[in-house]
């Protein structure tokens, strides 16, 4: 770090950084504290490059400046450095104290390795598995979420075992289910990637949270609409039966609103419940689009076309 006095000149400040010979790497500003060292302010390069030399640092520092102690969150701030574009900040403690400082390279290592981890929690892996584990701590790692998984999907196939009379009788149902629910799941993930991605940044609060729901729900029908009709008549010739097609239509259009809202709010109500909401999101997203899709389209055959 580099300290300077508040009462002395630029010029002398100057002086004393050509003394040093180099500076530290990521340095934009210079701290100012007193002599039991109390930061009360920072002076930025470009302020003390620009004025005039024999101004004090104390009329030109600035005092309403942000700064961390070392128990705050890692993840707050680096939300701090992307919102006030910073490149260092420093650490203070109890007192005021100045004891360190926070550099851009530092936030953006911890960005990485926390984005490393969520996509391994997103698919259900933990942090300390890597390509190079052993095979039986690699096969432990990811038995929680593959039981769960394994349940969620015994759920699904027994929405489809209720309507097996329904497939017997229309052996097409079966060719086509799997489109509903694969295409659903697919905008699903798009949706909770966003999501997530916000909750991490910040982004989502109270005030938005309703017009970020009607976007989604906007979006899904728009989507739903144009990639139904194309399923629709993609079914109808394929088998033809316009009947068929109309159902396809409507599975998907219903199963893509499915997906948006439960995109939206399993990672809400996973960060409500203090959970990470990357851990276990997707398998919660598969589970309700697949069975939901089988559901819908399965049910609305049933009505429509049996």
């Keep these: 770090m580099v300290t300077i006095r508040a009462d002395v000149t630029l010029e002398v400040a100057l002086r004393y950084l050509r003394r040093l010979g180099g500076l530290p790497d990521q340095l934009d500003k210079l701290f100012v504290v007193e002599r039991d060292d109390h930061l009360i302010g920072v002076l930025p390069l470009k302020r003390l490059l620009t004025t005039d030399p024999e101004a004090t640092v104390a ?33 203070v ?73 329904s497939i017997e009788k229309l052996a097409a149902l079966a060719a086509l289910m799997p489109i509903i629910a694969g295409i659903g799941g697919n905008t699903g993930n798009q949706t909770i990637a966003l999501i997530i991605r916000g909750l991490a940044l910040g982004q989502i609060t109270q005030a938005n949270a309703r017009r970020l729901i009607a976007k989604e729900l906007g979006i899904a029908l728009l989507n739903g609409l144009v990639w139904g009709s194309a399923v629709g008549v993609f079914a109808w010739l394929l088998y033809d039966n316009r009947a ?19 995109g939206i709010f399993i990672p809400m109500t996973l960060e409500r419940m203090k959970r990470d909401p990357a851990i276990g999101s997707s398998v919660l997203l598969t589970f309700t689009t697949d069975s939901m899709g089988f559901f819908i389209f399965l049910g609305l055959a049933t009505l429509i076309l049996l």
């Design 59 to 91: 009329a030109v520092m600035i005092e309403d400046f942000v700064s961390f102690h070392p128990d705050d969150d890692a993840h707050e701030a680096a939300q701090a450095f992307e919102r006030y574009d910073l490149v260092m900040a420093p650490v």
């Design 93 to 165: 403690d109890a007192q005021k104290r100045l004891i360190g400082r926070l550099t851009v390279d530092a936030v953006v290592d911890y960005i990485r390795e926390s984005a490393d981890a969520d996509m391994l929690s997103m698919a259900g892996l933990k942090e300390e598995e890597d390509l190079f584990s052993s095979v039986w701590r690699s096969a432990k790692n990811r038995w929680m979420w593959l039981a769960v998984n394994l349940c969620t999907a015994f759920v699904a196939s027994r929405v489809i075992g209720a309507f097996e009379g």
């Design 244 to 262: 068929l097609g109309g159902v396809m239509a409507l599975a998907m259009l219903l199963n893509f609103i499915v997906a948006a809202l439960a």
